[in-house]
């Protein structure tokens, strides 16, 4: 310590001791009541040192000392000592004070210098009067007073330092008087030993207060340990546990013995290790082998017969030689938590409504199946299964019929799994299947048909019978570098040929599917930029009313120009378009154009758009529809929608909404492909529709004439008794002509009147329309 910072510690003494300090921490009056403890424990031997050395002084100064003057400085000695160990007698029984205030350390300093201030006065009085013998005892009295003094009151400064500084003042008084040659040599050693004794007072002073401080603090943090772990060993639900080196518990909190089935007992003795399962037994082993701390590993035992989960924390102990001679650890009972999360996984890995592995899941066994497969040369197959007309359960029974239905139908999957066989669901009416090691490849196609034909069976559900089919795509591991991805997508490509091909049967994945899936992907990346890279074409084929000879509209047909592939049907993309999503912004596309093209023919000629059953199902059609009319300024009677009937027949609901928003515009109404459907007739008394177009088919078919002169007679009987309008397609000879014509049809169009027609061509059509078929309309009346 320097100088400097000595002065500053005995300045805050000094302002410490002067006043009290408002606010100041509890922990200040305990330090303030362990100084005055300190320094009383001493009070006896220096009260006996005191008068000791006082009856050394009234011998020197005997003779040479004024007697009342001795006299009274002797008594009040004895008075001060008197007092101070009766004090000292009548505390010594009680509990030592917890607190003292700064007026207690202002009361011990004022008695340190009032002693100090007494002594004093033997060197000022009586040092100089002496012979040099009794002077050398008083100097080394009153040295060792100053040193004596200064380190019994050492825990109080404020008083050692007064102490010291009043009886060092009193001797260097003293020491000047004398005249002595080496007063100069004795004053400054006196000085430096008097400020020695100060420095140490201050260093064991701050020592003091640092060590208490550190004791209480350490004392507060035990208590309130102490109390954490009384509310930990009561209220907690985990224990604590010391084990030697082997992990055998040598003591554990009574929680432990709760938790280990055996309340009230000692398992002191016991080896963790082997309360535990192979597995997890195992990984504790592995721990406590490397000697390092581990946490949270988990351990499974077996309490009453029943598993349970702990999760273990310890670390080491060693001794002071460094040998590592046990374990301190804590433990938890994790199984609520433990069964939770296997919960939590298994509802992550497993479809709820049925119970077989999802997607997740099922990709997972897969991918172990088939790994298996390959290590062990064994054959693999994976199907994917989509159930047949399921949405039509749902839209006419409700949800929960058809989560029933999707229920049996995985019980039906469950009844009929054999070895090495895996079910799971994909989501919605699609199933996956699993099948290795089997001996040919027929074995796997035969059980395919066999789900099919499971599932096909009828059921009652609620009270409603039910009959749904399946059809089913499989395809084979045939390679080292197969992924379970891949054959789930390959035994999609099957699935969809499978429905293309009637549905209801088993398709198997070959190359020349991947081919034709990678050309329609391909094309519906190309089909997203025709609408941009104003690709797409509409071509025209005129309507002629067989009766007037007269032209009343044009069917506009959809034609794609593509880049390298060349002018495509409607029929090599439309499909695509539906598939991706496409077909709405095309739809849209395509009643502005044809609504801008009939606006600049002649009135009334009509123009009709044939509307996509997935444009059919849009929210958007009728904003499309009525943002064509808008852009266009054409007229809604000359604006013809076309409807097929299964379309219609199959959303008859959402026909019916369209129709009779169509009819609020005024927009005309036809039922395309009539006489192909399979349904009641009823719907067309009850819907707005102005027209019936009759089936290519019935018209040039292969079919028996007669029998399709049935069909057509019935069509134009039923159209003629509800005021329908009838068009006859597909009329490509003079005969078709005369023949529809016969029949009482009051339209026609096809190839006998023109191929179709460009928009820009359309206009010279029409202008000689009149001369090359004018006359249609006299052999009509004829």
């Known amino acids: 310590m320097t100088p400097s910072s000595s002065l500053t510690h005995i300045r805050d003494a000094w302002e410490g001791w002067r006043k009290d300090v408002p606010n100041e921490p509890a922990s200040e009056g305990r330090i303030r009541a362990a100084q005055i403890h300190a320094v009383a424990r001493f009070s006896p031997l220096t009260m006996a040192a005191n008068l000791i050395n006082a009856g050394v002084v009234v011998f020197l100064v005997r003779e040479e000392a004024n007697p009342f003057v001795l006299a009274a400085w002797a008594l009040t000695i004895l008075a001060v000592v008197a007092t101070t160990t009766r004090a000292w007698f009548l505390r010594r029984g009680r509990k030592p004070r917890m607190h003292a ?7 011990a300093t004022y008695h340190a210098a009032a002693l100090a201030a007494l002594w004093a006065v033997v060197p000022v009085l009586w040092f100089g009067s002496v012979s040099a013998e009794d002077q050398l005892v008083i100097a080394c009295l009153v040295t060792g007073m100053i040193c004596a003094g200064g380190f019994a009151l050492a825990t109080i400064p404020s008083a050692a330092y007064a102490y010291v500084g009043i009886l060092a003042a009193g001797s260097v008084a003293a020491l000047l008087e004398t005249g002595n040659g080496y007063v100069i040599f004795l004053t400054l050693l006196l000085l430096a030993y008097a400020w020695i004794v100060v420095q140490s007072v201050a260093n064991s002073s701050r020592l003091f207060s640092e060590r208490f401080r550190a004791e209480a603090s350490l004392k507060e943090r035990g208590e309130i340990i102490e109390l954490l772990l009384n509310e930990f060993e009561q209220h907690g639900s ?31 003795g016991r080896r963790i290790v082997d309360m535990a399962d192979e597995e997890t037994g195992q990984a504790l082993r592995l721990a406590i082998a490397k000697r390092q701390p581990f946490r949270d590993l988990d351990i499974q035992v077996e309490i009453a017969g029943e598993p349970r989960w702990w999760s273990l924390t310890a670390k080491p102990l060693v001794d002071e030689s460094g040998w590592h001679v046990g374990w301190r650890g804590v433990g938890s009972d994790i199984t609520d938590r433990k069964l939770a999360s296997q919960k939590v996984v298994w ?44 949405k039509a359960v749902n839209d006419t029974l409700g949800h929960p019929v058809g989560d029933a239905l999707l229920m049996a139908v995985s019980r039906d999957l469950g009844d009929l799994a054999e070895q090495g066989v895996v079910f799971g669901r994909f989501g919605g009416d699609e199933f996956g299947m699993v099948m290795s090691d089997f001996a040919r490849r027929a074995d796997v196609i035969e059980l395919a048909r066999r789900i099919i034909a499971r599932i096909s069976r009828s059921r009652t559900i609620d009270g409603a019978r039910i009959t749904v089919g399946a059809s089913m795509g499989i395809a084979f591991g045939s390679g080292e570098n197969d992924t379970v991805d891949d054959l789930i997508r390959n035994a999609d490509l099957a699935l969809y040929r499978a429905k293309d091909n009637g549905r209801g049967v088993v398709a198997v994945f070959d190359d020349t599917m991947h081919q034709e899936a990678e050309e329609r992907r391909l094309l519906q990346e190309d089909l ?78 009509r123009v009709a758009v044939n509307i996509s059953p997935a444009q059919f199902g849009s929210a958007m059609l009728l904003s499309h529809v009525a943002q064509a009319l808008a852009a266009s300024h054409l007229p809604a009677d000359r604006l013809e929608v076309e409807i097929t009937e299964a379309l219609f027949m199959n959303q008859m609901a959402e026909s019916g909404r369209f129709l009779a928003d169509m009819r609020t515009l005024g927009i005309r109404i036809a039922l395309d492909d009539f006489g192909t459907g399979f349904s009641s007739l009823g719907y067309l008394t009850r819907f707005p529709i102005q027209k019936l177009k009759i089936d290519r088919s019935f018209v040039s078919g292969s079919a028996d004439p007669e029998n399709r002169r049935a069909v057509v007679e019935a069509i134009v009987g039923i159209a003629t008794s509800l005021g329908f309008v009838t068009t006859a397609e597909g009329v490509e000879t003079a005969a078709d002509l005369a023949w529809v014509r016969e029949l009482g049809c009051d339209q026609a169009q096809g190839y006998y009147f023109a191929r179709t027609l460009s928009a820009e061509a359309v206009s010279g059509f029409i202008a000689g329309f009149a001369d090359e078929f004018g006359g249609v309309g006299s052999q009509a009346a004829a």
């Open 528 to 605: 997203r930029a025709a609408l941009d890279g104003n690709q797409l074409r509409l071509a025209y084929q005129p309507i002629i009313d067989i009766r007037a000879g007269a032209i009343v509209g044009f069917e506009a047909l959809l034609r794609w120009q593509h880049p390298q592939r060349g002018l495509l049907s409607p029929d090599a993309f439309i499909p695509i378009a539906e598939e991706s999503g496409l077909i709405e912004p095309i739809g849209a596309w395509v009643l502005k154009r044809a609504c801008l093209d009939a606006a600049a023919w002649p009135k009334p000629i």
């Open 347 to 390: 509802m992550a890995r497993t479809d709820m409504l049925t119970g077989l592995p999802n997607r997740t899941r099922f990709r997972e066994l897969a991918a172990l199946r088939l790994e298996t497969a390959r290590r062990n040369g064994n054959s693999f197959a994976l199907a994917c299964l989509d159930l047949d007309q399921f």
């Open 101 to 107: 205030s700064a007026r207690a350390i202002r009361r």
């Open 238 to 268: 985990d224990w604590l546990f010391d084990t030697d080196a082997g992990f055998a518990v040598v003591q554990h909190s009574a929680r432990f013995g709760e938790v280990a089935g055996v309340d009230g007992q000692s398992l002191v």
